[in-house]
Each structure stands twice: as structure tokens, then as C-alpha cells.
């Protein structure tokens, strides 16, 4: 395989495993594992496109499907991203639908004998994929949400990532990492120039997105580079191990 028909496959968005790879995968574990990456269809300013939160989900699933044996599976690429409906592209479905549909993923799997489902949420907006995964877990089914804060923090100081997860909310300098590492035939010229803050979003829910960005971009993307974002994934990968093994152990304590 060429070099650039081996950075395709590292890099799609798709993946591409068979059957067989599945059934062979699944005999080496003591349960099965599936990483499902949701992500979303919303505008991210001029120079990254409407669907990078799918890409960096991707990205960030695809890291956890190269170090540990999980079945990935193709993302959820449309979601809740209702307070970016003044921009022209953004489409979005209700909650209610995210919830059924993450619900629904993880009742198939189970009866083709994947008892677990990690959702990888690549967009804030997703707020009640932490229910559907506090609703699973209470009626005693294995799922989880990655990345939690802790490990995007983790992730961020690592990376050395100078902006804050508060100021950082939106096609700022993670965000811009991730896809000039992953994606950066996607990225246009423009984000050198494009910071913006706005860290004062108190009433965001209410007014939207557009009530404090004329851009659609809320952070540092001028501060952005593909080194940065190659070490946010391959921290986001090291943090999966803690979820991993609580995930395939017999316990239910959380204790490291």
C-alpha cells in the first residue's frame, strides 16, 4: 500500500472492517466493546467545515480503535446543534431523536452479542447523551461517555494547548488542531486571523450562538498546529485505557 493510500484508510471517516474482523476481534475479548462517534452538522466559522465535530469524533475513535480492541463503528453525523440554527448549513434533529437513536444502536448491538457501547460526542450541544447514558446504566447496561471534561483538560495540557476550555467553546484552537492533524485538506485559510472571545455565555440556550459571535467562531484558532492536535488525540487514547478496563472488568467500582 502507497503512502497516501495508507493515510486514506488511517483517515476515514468510515470504517472498514468486515464481519470477520468483528467475529475475530470479539473472541480475543472478555466483552465486547463498540466505540460509536457522534458528532454534528453546524457551522464552525469560515474556515473549518459544517461537519468538523463528526471529523474530530472520528478522529478521536479512531485513536481508541488503533490501541485497543474495540468494534468502531460509522458516526451519528447530525445532532442537536439548535443554538447554531442562525447560520446558513446548520441542520439538526430534536433530543428525543438523538436519545432514541443512541438507544436503539445500543439495543442492536446487544443482540448481536456487543454488550457495551462507548459514545465518542464530538459536539457540547449533545447534552442528553448524558442521560441516555445515565437512563443505560441505571436499567444495567455497560455504556459510557468519552471524553469526559477531565480528559479533554488532561488532553488540553498535554497538547500544551494555551487556550481554556472555557474560552476554547468553538472552532478555537482544538478544534483547528485536531483537523490540521487529521483533516488538513479541510481547513481553510482564515483561521490565523479569526480569534474571538467571549467568555460571559451565560444566557447562550436562550439567545443562541449568534448573540455572541457575528463570526460563529468563540475562541483561539490562530493558535492552532497539527503538532497540537496529534497530541490531543494521543491523549484523549491514553485517558480510553481507565474507561476500557472499567468497561471489561467484572466490578462496578470506579476507583483507579
Request: aromatic share 6%; proline share 5%; net charge negative.
Amino acid at each position: 500500500m502507497s503512502g497516501s493510500q495508507t493515510r486514506s484508510a488511517e483517515h476515514a471517516t468510515l470504517p472498514a472492517d468486515t464481519t470477520e474482523d468483528v467475529r475475530t476481534r470479539g473472541a480475543g475479548v472478555s466483552r465486547q466493546i463498540a466505540v460509536l462517534p457522534v458528532g454534528s452538522f453546524e457551522q464552525h466559522g469560515p474556515f473549518l467545515p459544517l461537519a468538523t465535530d463528526t471529523l474530530v469524533a472520528c478522529a478521536v475513535a479512531r485513536e481508541i480503535a488503533a490501541a485497543y480492541p474495540v468494534h468502531l463503528l460509522p458516526p451519528v453525523t447530525i445532532s442537536c446543534s439548535h443554538e447554531h440554527a442562525a447560520w446558513a448549513g446548520t441542520v439538526s434533529i430534536s433530543s428525543v431523536t438523538l436519545h432514541s437513536v443512541i438507544r436503539d444502536i445500543a439495543s442492536s448491538l446487544r443482540r448481536s452479542g456487543v454488550e457495551t457501547l462507548v459514545v465518542v460526542n464530538g459536539h457540547g450541544g449533545n447534552y442528553v447523551l448524558g442521560n441516555v447514558v445515565q437512563e443505560s446504566s441505571a436499567r444495567g447496561e455497560r455504556m459510557a461517555l468519552f471524553p469526559a471534561p477531565e480528559d479533554w483538560e488532561a488532553a488540553r495540557e498535554r497538547a500544551g494547548v494555551v487556550t481554556s476550555l472555557l474560552t476554547d467553546m468553538h472552532a478555537g484552537e482544538i478544534e483547528t488542531s485536531i483537523l490540521l492533524h487529521a483533516h488538513p485538506e479541510f481547513v481553510r485559510p482564515g483561521y490565523e486571523t479569526s480569534d474571538f472571545i467571549a467568555d460571559d455565555r451565560r444566557h447562550l440556550l436562550t439567545l443562541g450562538m449568534s448573540a455572541y459571535t457575528d463570526s460563529g467562531v468563540i475562541g483561539r484558532p490562530s493558535l492552532g498546529s497539527a503538532e497540537k492536535g496529534k497530541a490531543l488525540l494521543a491523549s484523549l487514547a491514553d485517558s480510553f485505557g481507565a474507561y476500557f478496563s472499567l468497561l471489561t472488568s467484572d466490578g462496578d467500582s470506579t476507583r483507579g
